[in-house]
């Protein structure tokens, strides 16, 4: 059964940094890219941050240079450290697989950014 834990969320000061965690399980974590996902009150749910099984990663265009994703395969684990945050980062932030396993998705951990 696929499963998703996010966490390490919280509220923080603009210009202020947080690290996601989101551990995986349920599925070879190793064999899929990962990414993160966002989503703000009254918004769709937009791509912010992907990992290929390689380690390549790519970002939408508002995280370039202000977050990193990463993973670590023994700990079936990707993080997003997220830098320089603002009010506009301000979401539910989501992990999955790519493409996705099926349609489940975690409890998602909250991101809240102060001016």
């Known amino acids: 059964q696929v499963q998703f834990v996010e966490s390490g969320g919280g509220l923080v000061q603009s210009g202020g940094s947080l690290r996601l965690s989101c551990e995986a399980s349920?599925?070879?974590?190793?064999?899929?890219?990962m990414a993160w996902y966002r989503q703000a009150p009254g918004k769709e749910r937009e791509f912010v941050a992907r990992i290929t099984r390689v380690g390549f990663t790519t970002y939408r265009d508002s995280a370039k240079g202000r977050f990193t994703i990463s993973r670590d395969n023994a700990k079936n684990t990707v993080y997003l450290q997220m830098n320089t945050l603002t009010p506009e980062d301000a979401a539910i932030y989501y992990c999955n697989t790519v493409p996705f396993i099926n349609t489940y998705w975690g409890q998602g951990t909250q991101v809240t950014v102060s001016s």
């Open positions: 349920g599925f070879i974590f190793s064999s899929y890219d």
